[in-house]
């Protein structure tokens, strides 16, 4: 990681060394504050996911605005962030394999730890690995409300994973975890709007089934960066977990010209800081980065601030950008939009923040990688 | 990256952590093998690319087998295989920013450096640095043989920026970079050929015309494991640089299984290893490798070995599994082949080598990241 710092505190943006991630912190901050005020104004909890920018100093910034903690999608990821300085982390997914289960019990020791659940064995094994560390893990269970992917049906399929939860010494039922992952990037609003509601109607149906046995929800968690204004004022929803609102990317950016609602406020911060490498022909330029430089699942990226040329395809190291008018210039530097900042903030090491013209941070990416 | 560390030596494979990068040695050992054995029959030099594995304990491996050296795509990346011990390196693409071409200056102290231009003011430039550190940088002019990247048009371009890396005092002209990177993944066996039967055509018309002007191409260089039988007879190119071979991937796979020749020997020894995380719904699995586990350019995992199952789709961190018999166990492990193995191996920290079911190696993945 230290041998391939991009730059260093005031050096000026263009001396910055490329491809890197590019943080506009002015954008970055005030995309902080939107969603901090947001959720202020419902009366919600805010668990920000640090499965987006991988780093503690975003993840304290994001808790000085009063998130509650981090969200987390694996057990490595959180011990990057507990290591970092964050004090409650909810991995939203689960654990099932022995040894990362220990990890998780023993980070109980230095953070409120809590965890999801789709499994009854699950339960017992992460009851065991708490009891055996001494701890008390908080566990939620998880519904599919959508997203096809872990989660035991909304509903009544929930209520044994909960009672065993409950019964388990060393764990405590938190509530329930709801996230429509394949929501947040549908482009049409009404079509976005109706999966939330089947996700909100999924999720009442189980609050109170629950309820019914005796068993109180604390915690009712989803939402993301596409969706999140729908679960804000469903009247179930208490925990909101958005975590691209930090960054947007392309992909968003596109759903707001789509549909210029609801996440019309958010700014790109994030960019993939590139260099003209080549210009040997007409029309068409040769960038530095490619596909080591992004991740290109939805779409590769897009250039930041000008209409006149136009990033067409990627290779391993290099990127084709359209140069119609051939104004580009061996050495010109373009900032480009990520077509996702998840998968490509996983990429790199270092976040270097820029604020008028020179940057002013370097923040290490501790969880990148944290696969495990 | 050392907190990451998914096994250790002696963990039977079963207990690796995942998602991780296993490397089946002996598989990868015949690979090597069998690169080696037919550049030897050809009386061609090998000069591995490092792109694809960032490691140099592969690219020393790849040397003890007759490797003249390694390329790579990155000075950051010549850096690490030099760190490394590697003492031979052909940064095999532009390098235009001054602080990384003074690095590259620098590391010619440490090994023989080379490097590629297509750009009369980049040579001055480098052989400014150069000068400046007292070093001599070996220079291959770069000519675009389809790839439609960097590099000048093959004949008469190439020509002054020969003549102007010979007049550099403190440059040598080394030859001829001519690397037909778009024909690598083409399916059609004479589609394919008919790719490199164009570029030798290029190069043979370009070696011809440096040699009128009294100029000798040491080095013709270019290849790669879809094409490397064709530049390798063509009787013009004499240094192939070809990686992938090592690994292979499913797109190799795909083109193996359209034509059968030509690549017809190399095994898939690079896997996602991956774990069943979830197993809530009839005919399908969700496991632990998604976006952050692979980079999906050329199309998702495949999962190998089985054909009862079917990897279908990724999101950040889940894999979706089509599992039509319900076969797939909660905590069961799948070997997965990586879509395009270069730019997955550099999400990833370390190599689990796996031999006899059990860990024999973890070899840090040094250039990863390793992108200026």
């Known amino acids: 990681m230290s041998t391939n710092v991009p730059a260093q505190v005031g050096t000026p943006v263009e001396d910055v060394l490329t491809p890197c991630l590019l943080v506009d912190l002015d954008a970055y901050e005030r995309n902080l504050d939107r969603m901090a005020r947001y959720i202020d104004s419902q009366g919600l909890r805010h668990r920000a996911h640090a499965k987006t920018h991988k780093s503690p100093n975003i993840a304290l910034q994001q808790m000085d605005r009063g998130a509650v903690g981090v969200c987390c999608q694996k057990v490595s990821e959180a011990e990057a962030m507990v290591n970092g300085g964050v004090r409650d982390v909810l991995v939203s997914n689960q654990v099932v394999n022995p040894h990362m289960i220990d990890r998780l019990a023993a980070l109980a020791h230095q953070a409120r730890v809590l965890v999801c659940v789709d499994d009854l064995g699950n339960v017992d094994q992460i009851n065991a690995a708490a009891q055996a560390y001494g701890v008390t893990i908080e566990v939620l269970v998880e519904i599919d409300v959508g997203a096809g992917r872990c989660g035991v049906e909304p509903g009544q399929p929930a209520i044994p994973l909960a009672q065993r939860i409950t019964e388990a010494p060393a764990l405590r039922f938190a509530g329930l975890q709801a996230y429509q992952g394949k929501a947040q990037h549908v482009h049409d609003f009404e079509e976005r709007k109706a999966k939330i509601d089947a996700a909100v109607a ?3 149906e189980t609050v109170d089934l629950l309820r019914q046995e005796g068993l109180e929800c604390d915690i009712v968690a989803g939402a993301g960066t596409g969706t999140y204004t729908f679960e804000g004022e469903s009247g179930v929803y208490n925990e909101l977990q958005c975590g691209s609102y930090i960054f947007m990317d392309a992909d968003y950016q596109r759903i707001r010209m789509a549909d210029g609602r609801l996440i019309d406020d958010f700014e790109n911060s994030l960019f993939i800081y590139s260099t003209v490498m080549s210009k040997t022909k007409a029309e068409k330029a040769i ?15 897009v250039v930041f601030g000008r209409d006149d040329v136009e990033y067409i395809g990627a290779s391993d190291e290099h990127g084709v950008i359209k140069d119609p008018d051939n104004r580009l210039r061996l050495g010109e530097k373009l900032k480009l939009i990520p077509g996702h900042c998840d998968p490509t903030v996983n990429i790199y090491d270092w ?3 820029v604020r008028n013209g020179r940057v002013e941070c370097l923040w290490p990416i501790t969880g990148r990688g944290m696969c495990l």
């Open 202 to 204: 999924g999720v009442r």
């Open 287 to 301: 960038c530095d980065a490619g596909l080591k430089a992004q991740s290109v699942d939805s779409g590769v990226a």
């Open 351 to 353: 976040y270097v923040g």
